[in-house]
């Protein structure tokens, strides 16, 4: 299967970080795209956006390489995502370049506007990637991707209804990793004093107790009749069958 996250900034892909992990290790293909090119990522270090933007883009790559993940950067400025005619052409496209059958992307509404408008646009996108009539230069998918939206937390209406268990191991591999975003590491220290890699795993934390395991990581399918025609593909509890 080819795994797909559509999200806003570099940093972004820690909300499936752990799930990722597990499928890859199932065997699964997983390719990272970025809306945003992150530039406006260092705001108490440098506020020169090229110097952020090399920075994040090189600490993504870094992640990438972990996962052995293609990553794609659609370049907007940071903190200014629209859903605009060449977003969602520029979408297309892509999930239809990297072949995406399993999309994860933001939910629909969302602390950051890049998060909310790149969730919207993706599930637009998505409805027309298998017909050839809209962006006929790019050869269509044969079936529209699955989508599920990650976690955003709480206070945005998610209620989520798939959980993915992290054993010990899985969730310490996902800090190891996360932790190659060191510029978002720093910045989330000096806004909240916690390292951002610890902040995620507090929360996955919190979703384990939930299903009375030590982490999760949870999601929520979209519903929209044609962008998700299965639902049966994550990997769940541990001592079941991975897909
Ligand atoms: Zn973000």
Redesign the pocket.
């Given at each position: 299967m080819k795994i797909v996250t559509v999200?806003?900034?570099q940093?972004?892909e820690m909300f499936c970080l752990g799930t990722l992990l597990r499928l890859r290790d199932a065997g699964h293909t997983i390719a990272l795209v970025c809306t945003s090119s992150g530039n406006k990522g260092l705001p108490f270090a440098d506020a020169d956006p090229s110097v952020a933007g090399a920075t994040r883009d090189s600490e993504i790559r870094a992640v990438a390489a972990e996962l052995g993940a293609e990553y794609r950067c659609l370049g907007r400025d940071d903190g200014m995502v629209w859903e605009d005619t060449e977003l969602r052409r520029e979408l297309i496209t892509v999930i239809r370049e990297l072949g995406a059958e399993l999309i994860f992307t933001h939910w629909i509404d969302d602390y950051?506007s890049?998060?909310s408008v790149t969730g919207r646009a993706v599930v637009n996108a998505a409805l027309w990637a298998n017909l050839p009539s809209f962006e006929p230069a790019v050869p269509a998918l044969a079936d529209t991707p699955r989508i599920f939206h990650v976690n955003p937390g709480d206070g945005y209406g998610f209620e989520p209804t798939h959980f993915v268990e992290l054993d010990d191991d899985t969730a310490a591999e996902k800090a190891r990793i996360g932790r190659l975003h060191a510029s978002q590491m720093g910045v989330m220290k000096q806004m909240s004093g916690r390292d951002y890699a610890d902040q995620q795993q507090d929360k996955d934390r919190l979703q384990g107790e939930r299903m009375m395991v030590r982490y999760a990581e949870a999601f929520r399918p979209c519903l929209s009749e044609r962008r998700i025609p299965w639902q049966d593909v994550l990997p769940g509890r541990l001592d079941r069958v991975s897909p």
């Amino acid at each position: 299967m080819k795994i797909v996250t559509v999200l806003a900034h570099q940093d972004d892909e820690m909300f499936c970080l752990g799930t990722l992990l597990r499928l890859r290790d199932a065997g699964h293909t997983i390719a990272l795209v970025c809306t945003s090119s992150g530039n406006k990522g260092l705001p108490f270090a440098d506020a020169d956006p090229s110097v952020a933007g090399a920075t994040r883009d090189s600490e993504i790559r870094a992640v990438a390489a972990e996962l052995g993940a293609e990553y794609r950067c659609l370049g907007r400025d940071d903190g200014m995502v629209w859903e605009d005619t060449e977003l969602r052409r520029e979408l297309i496209t892509v999930i239809r370049e990297l072949g995406a059958e399993l999309i994860f992307t933001h939910w629909i509404d969302d602390y950051n506007s890049d998060h909310s408008v790149t969730g919207r646009a993706v599930v637009n996108a998505a409805l027309w990637a298998n017909l050839p009539s809209f962006e006929p230069a790019v050869p269509a998918l044969a079936d529209t991707p699955r989508i599920f939206h990650v976690n955003p937390g709480d206070g945005y209406g998610f209620e989520p209804t798939h959980f993915v268990e992290l054993d010990d191991d899985t969730a310490a591999e996902k800090a190891r990793i996360g932790r190659l975003h060191a510029s978002q590491m720093g910045v989330m220290k000096q806004m909240s004093g916690r390292d951002y890699a610890d902040q995620q795993q507090d929360k996955d934390r919190l979703q384990g107790e939930r299903m009375m395991v030590r982490y999760a990581e949870a999601f929520r399918p979209c519903l929209s009749e044609r962008r998700i025609p299965w639902q049966d593909v994550l990997p769940g509890r541990l001592d079941r069958v991975s897909p």
